[in-house]
Each structure stands twice: as C-alpha cells, then as structure tokens.
C-alpha cells in the first residue's frame, strides 16, 4: 500500500434517516499540509470528518492511516491513531482552568498520574509549537483565541499528528484569525497536519496549501494552492458537477407571476442587532417585503440570519433601527403582540426552538396560539375540545403520520414533525411569515409539500421572509433574493437578475 497520504478515506457512506449525508467520498490528507475542506453548510464536511474522528460510523467504506486500513469506532481510537479534533462549539469546560481541561480525558487520577511531570510536559508543548497561554486561570476568563490555543494543545499533547479544525475562526475577531493563522503555519512547519473546515474563502485562500470541496455529500473537486482563485472556488461549491440532478430530484411547484401588494408588509429599518459566540449580528439592515411574494434570504451559517430571523419575532433584541409590520412599530413589543399583528414563525432548530418534545401534538400545536380568543373559554381557560380539532385537521389536511392527536410528538419523523409546524403556523389568518431553513434534512415529498404551502400563502397575498441556506431552493420559489454576509445585506436580486455565480460569491463574501 501507498503511504503518500497521512490519511486516507475511500467510497465512504452515510445517511440519516432518507437523508444521504455522505455519498461514495473519497478524500485524502497529505502530511505536513492545511487542507481545507470547503463548503455549503449541509456539504457533509463535518460529518466526513466526524467519522474519522469517530465520533460517526460510516456505512460502508474505508479508512487508511498511512496506507494501513484501520477501524475508528470511537474518539479513543482516534487519538490512537495520531488523528484529532477542534469542534466547532468549544468542548472546554469553563469552570476548569486551562491545565485541568488537558488533563480531561487523561487515563489516572490526581493521585495515579504525575501531575508535576505532565504539567512540565505540557508547558514544553506549548513553548515548542509557540502556543503558550496561563495554564492556572480558568477557561471561561480567557478570550476565544486562547481557547483555541488550548484545543490544540490538547490534541498535541495527547499525541495528534493530524488534528482536524472544525469551523475554527467562528468566534473569532480578525487579530486573533491571523494569529491562529500565524500558529498553525508554525506548526506545519515543525510537522503537524491540519484539515480546515471552512465555508469562508479567504481562509482558504490565506491559510491552505490545498483543498477539497464538497457540495450535497459528494466531492465536487481538489485544487493545489496554485489553481486557488475565488472564481474556481465559488463554481466548485455553487454550480451543479458530479451531482446527478433528475426532475425527480427537485421539488414540483408552479410559481405564478407575483402580484405585490402597494406597501410593504413588513419593513427593517437600519436594523442593528448584537452577534452572539457564533453569529456577526446584523449591521444596518434595512429591506421591505411585500405581500404577494417570497423575500428569499441567502445566507451561510453564522452570518447574522438567526438575528434577522429572531429579532423579527422578538424585537427587544434591537440595538438600533426600526421593525414595522403593516405600517406599525413593533420595537420593543414582546413576542405574543408581534403574533397578534397576523405575524407567524417557523424556527430554524425544529426541535429545541417549535416543538415540547414530550408535550402531544395536540399541545404543540397550541403553542404560540394560547392567546387566541379562538382557543380560550372565557378568556381565561383553554378550549382544548377547540385545539383538538384543529390538531385533527393539521394531521389529515398536512398527510401527518400520526395516529391521532395525542401521541407525544417526539415520536415522528422529523418530516411529520415539521409537517406539524407548519400546519401550527397557517392554522390563524396570516399576513407575514417568517421562515429559517423550513426543509432543512427532509426528503423530496415533504420539500415538494413545505413548497406548495409557500405557494399557497404567497398567492393569498401573504408576504414570506424565507431564510434558507440552499441556493438551489430558494432560486426555485423566491420573488427576490438578499444575500446577508458578515451581518451585512450585500445585495439585492430580482427573480430575471438570479445568477448563482453572483448570489454564491456575494454570499461567501466575495
């Protein structure tokens, strides 16, 4: 067997569910390099790395390290194997000082392993890969660049020659990207392989040596740093090679010409929103959706789209700017009064943000509802014999398959599940919807039925504000397009302007 290559993985597979996350992947590292592993969110990059990380089993296919087949059923076994991890979200316990969080995991205890030995061992690390940081001072004090640091060290110390970057520069402001960048080009030249997963091309572009990209769980291409250019990367990710598209493969739905509305339904003006741990906010967002169409959102993760989503639903997270809907402020008012202004919400995480997973369906679908004088008996009490048919009419109007409406909702699918959502937000008049990544790992039938729905409302005169992350859908339904980057709305499109090229580059900050 060859040992070009630190690691090899050959014809892997995977799928969740109808979902295929890996399809037939071949991907290779060389040692001494940064690959980067570029992409869509949904790619499959993270969980092409989490098998090799085995933290995932494929279901087929092979790993080789340094041409010999191995088995990764497991972390453990990974780390055996000299291959390690970075998480996108740190695995650092904040009240536990940077010296207890490497230790974490370390076989022995405070009084079987040599603590004054392995903290010596450690400090040599550090100081060796110029990587130093306090060691005593808990994590939770200590900004996102230390942390990283840490993570890294961590993997080293516990003997990773490989050690696999996930997303890394997501909590990170520019000084500290370029000191990152800075580290990890020190510790290739001292012999420690990377792989970068990123969806941002000028950390490809500053930090690789080559690259991989992916697109819907097949890789579409490889290039040296040489062949690197923006316009190569934005095709690769983008534009349709090495996928199989069929008429079967996308969703049907006959979109009619719009007919807008003479004002806007809803309105942002210079919206300002403060950015969390893993998102840049919003920044002078300001746009108008009318009724009668769909106002797509193309975004990739993290750059302001679940502000613009939330704040929408919850406008006290406003820093500055306006939010009107129909012509009326709703700064500062809580989520209940926006929804009585005919607004409904379908969230991006279906089951940590729409649903009580032990609640039935019949609960599930009142909430965001229990205010309606619909579903009240006097004001006061809820009619529950009222919500229970409506429940009845969402499982057979939205083909749920359930088998009533008192069955614990956990218990679907996660198409019936949202099936369930979206049947809860059109069961009251509506004039605006706000919708983030409604189709997110559903199979054709249920895109094809979420999409008819969408349709229907537009042609009731709704408005829709769809936040997606697939291009491909939301060129396929959308009125307009506004590309959101860095917490920035970069442009807007017209449905005879739409040009994948433009609207991808844009939306990888291009």
Not at 261 to 282: A, D, I, N, Q, Y
Not at 440 to 451: A, M, P
Request: with cysteine; glycine share 10%.
């Amino acid at each position: 067997m060859s040992n070009e290559y630190l690691v090899e993985l050959k014809g892997v597979g995977k799928t969740f569910g109808s979902v295929v996350a890996l399809d037939n992947v071949d991907f290779s590292v060389r040692k001494g390099e940064i690959q980067g592993l570029l992409g869509e969110n949904g790619a499959g990059k993270s969980t092409l790395m989490n098998i090799l990380y085995g933290l995932y089993s494929p279901d087929k296919g092979d790993i080789l390290i340094e041409g010999h087949k191995v088995k990764i059923a497991s972390p453990c076994d990974s780390i055996k194997h000299g291959v390690g991890m970075v998480h996108q979200i740190s695995t650092l316990v904040p009240e536990f000082t940077a010296l207890e969080n490497i230790f974490l995991g370390t076989e022995g205890n405070k009084y079987t392993l040599p603590l004054k030995e392995e903290r010596k061992k450690i400090e040599q690390t550090s100081r060796d890969y110029g990587l130093e940081f306090p060691l005593d001072v808990k994590v939770r004090e200590l900004p996102a660049g230390v942390k990283q640091k840490i993570e890294i060290v961590r993997a080293l110390y516990k003997g990773a020659g490989l050690i696999i970057l996930d997303e890394p520069t997501t909590s990170l402001v520019e000084s500290e990207f370029q000191q990152l960048l800075k580290s990890l080009k020190s510790l290739v030249g001292k012999g420690v392989t990377f792989v970068l997963i990123t969806h941002k091309i000028k950390e490809v572009m500053e930090a690789c040596s080559s690259l991989t990209v992916m697109r819907k769980g097949k890789i579409q291409g490889s290039l040296t740093k040489q062949e690197i250019s923006k316009e190569k990367l934005v095709k690769l990710m983008f534009m349709e090679k090495n996928i199989e598209v069929t008429e079967s493969a996308l969703p049907k739905v006959e979109l009619p010409p719009a007919k807008l509305s003479g004002k806007p339904v809803c309105e942002l003006k210079r919206v300002f929103v403060e950015g969390g741990e893993k998102s840049h906010g919003l920044k002078d967002i300001s746009l108008a959706v009318y009724g009668g169409e769909i106002f797509g959102i193309a975004s990739v993760s993290g750059n302001g789209e679940h502000e613009l989503a939330t704040t929408i639903i919850n406008p006290s997270m406003l820093a500055r700017g306006d939010i009107l809907v129909s012509g009326k402020s709703i700064k500062n008012r809580p989520t209940l009064d926006v929804f009585k202004e005919r607004v409904s919400y379908t969230p991006e995480d279906r089951i940590k943000e729409a649903i009580l997973p032990d609640g039935s369906i019949k609960e599930n679908v009142l909430l965001g509802h229990h205010a309606e004088k619909k579903f009240l008996k006097g004001n006061i009490f809820i009619d529950w014999a009222k919500v229970k048919t409506d429940a009845k009419k969402i499982i057979n109007e939205y083909n749920v398959m359930a088998p009533d409406e008192e069955i614990e909702i956990r218990r679907l699918s996660g198409g019936n599940i949202q099936r369930v959502i979206i049947g809860r937000a059109f069961i009251s008049p509506i004039d605006f919807l706000v919708t983030h990544n409604p189709t997110s790992g559903l199979d054709i039938s249920t895109v094809e039925f979420i999409f008819n729905k969408l349709v229907e409302i537009r042609s009731q005169g709704g408005a829709i504000l769809w936040i997606n992350e697939d291009l491909d859908e939301l060129m396929i339904l959308s009125d307009r397009i506004g590309v959101l980057n860095n917490g920035e709305l970069k442009g807007i499109f017209k449905r005879e302007e739409f040009d994948k090229y433009k609207i991808g580059l844009l939306m990888i900050g291009g």
